[in-house]
């Protein structure tokens, strides 16, 4: 087969339709709603109406054969502002919960009550990072013990940081149903709304990312249908049998959600670096000093240079993992890890520099490569830091059992 890197024309057309609305809606907003550290639920709207966010976008975008179509509206939308973009893109991991791990009949039932509409949107939440189980998945303390008599399952624990954690219409939680298999004893429940039981604190204040919600979670004694466990009990009990006669088990729940979602959180990080190193350049083409513009001199070119080269790199490396990822092809050398790993790295990067070449300017809320600068951090922490996405590879191309 010819290999090429030209965009199809519908692809292409995605793309300038997300980056119409990340520079016509996303942009304006950015600096107020990170200001207020508040939900921009107006942009929200503004997106489900225009059909950016919703079940629909995200099956079309998923259906792209070639795997690159979200990649690209995600770069589009967070190259308009990362904080906004979260709030609207936040739901997917949710999504990405229910379909790595549910049944078809649970995909058609809760993802779209994820989204709600346009005339009344709602989000969605993946909750299993907790206090003491960050990267340490299979330190999990939230329980799930199941009623027989009433078919119900029954939550207890705490979660830290879920995006949209509280305010969501559906939380999907990761809970461990026989803590002595660690993380293979673990399964991913959702909660329906309005579930006793289950509250949110507030919202937790943070360096960047400030438009989108991030809060603890706190379960208890929450009870759902026997039916809420993704991929059903008689597949749990399948898997837990297997796990405990020491056969090699499937991969638990929440790795499962973050092998799909690499690739696309990758896109979004070249989309913060991007925006900073285009802002930079232009910068450093009207910025004169000692009677020229700053771009002339060797440190401000190759510092740009620089930029743009690793922001392409990791641009390939996350197309690379997304198609693969469409195309069942694995990752036998943690090509997904690879991908997040690059891109989380080079969007502190290139935002620090594009810091950097502004100066004093830099520094100040008036320049938005600030608030880019303050946005790219948690992009080598969120969904695996650098050191796990290194820790996948090293594993996968050694073979050995690295800690």
Same mark, same amino acid.
């Given at each position: 087969m010819e290999f090429w890197l030209d965009l199809n024309e519908e692809q292409r057309d995605l793309r300038e339709w997300v980056h119409g609305f990340a520079e016509g809606v996303v942009r304006p907003a950015a600096a107020e709603w990170d200001e207020r550290e =508040?939900?921009? @639920?107006? *942009?929200i709207q503004e997106a489900a109406k225009i059909g950016l966010y919703g079940f629909e976008f995200l099956a079309n975008t998923w259906s792209d054969p070639t795997g690159l179509s979200l990649p690209l509206a995600n770069e589009e939308l967070f190259w308009g502002d990362a904080g906004i973009g979260m709030a609207i893109s936040?739901?997917?991991?949710? &999504?990405?919960?229910?379909?790595g791990s549910g049944t078809p009949e649970q995909l058609v039932e809760w993802v779209p009550q994820c989204f709600g509409d346009a005339a009344d949107p709602k989000v969605g939440a993946f909750c299993t990072t907790e206090p003491e189980a960050g990267s340490d998945v299979a330190a999990m303390r939230t329980r799930a013990r199941y009623d027989q008599a009433k078919d119900e399952w029954v939550?207890?624990?705490q979660k830290a940081y879920a995006?949209?954690?509280g305010i969501a219409e559906v939380h999907v939680v990761t809970a461990s149903v026989d803590p002595e298999l660690g993380a293979r004893g673990q399964a991913?429940?959702? *909660?329906?709304p309005g579930t006793p039981g289950l509250?949110?604190?507030?919202?937790?204040?943070k360096l960047g990312l400030r438009a989108s919600h991030t809060a603890d979670i706190f379960l208890d004694e929450v009870r759902v249908p026997g039916s809420c466990l993704l991929g059903g009990k008689e597949a749990l009990d399948e898997r837990l049998a297997r796990a405990r006669s020491g056969q090699r088990a499937s991969r638990q729940a929440a790795m499962r959600t973050? =092998?799909?979602s690499r690739p696309a959180v990758g896109a979004q990080a070249i989309g913060i670096a991007r925006a900073a190193y285009e802002y930079a350049l232009e910068y450093a083409r009207t910025r004169v000093q000692f009677g020229r513009p700053i771009i002339e001199n060797q440190a401000i070119a190759f510092a740009l240079a620089d930029m743009r080269t690793e922001i392409d790199a990791a641009r390939l490396l &996350? @197309?690379?993992?997304? @198609?693969m990822g469409r195309n069942d092809r694995p990752f036998t050398a943690g090509e997904g890890s690879m991908s997040k790993l690059k891109a989380g790295e080079v969007a502190v990067a290139t935002t620090e520099k594009a810091v950097q070449i502004l100066g004093g300017a830099g520094y100040l809320r008036d320049h938005p490569v600030e608030r880019m600068y303050r946005d790219a951090k948690i992009y080598t922490i969120f969904e695996g830091t650098s050191e796990i996405q290194r820790l996948v590879i090293s594993r996968a191309i050694s073979g050995m059992p690295i800690r």
């Open positions: =508040e939900t921009p @639920w107006p *942009v936040g739901t997917a991991l949710a &999504v990405a919960a229910i379909y939550l207890t624990g995006t949209n954690g991913a429940f959702v *909660v329906p509250a949110g604190t507030r919202k937790l204040r973050f =092998e799909l &996350v @197309w690379r993992a997304a @198609w």
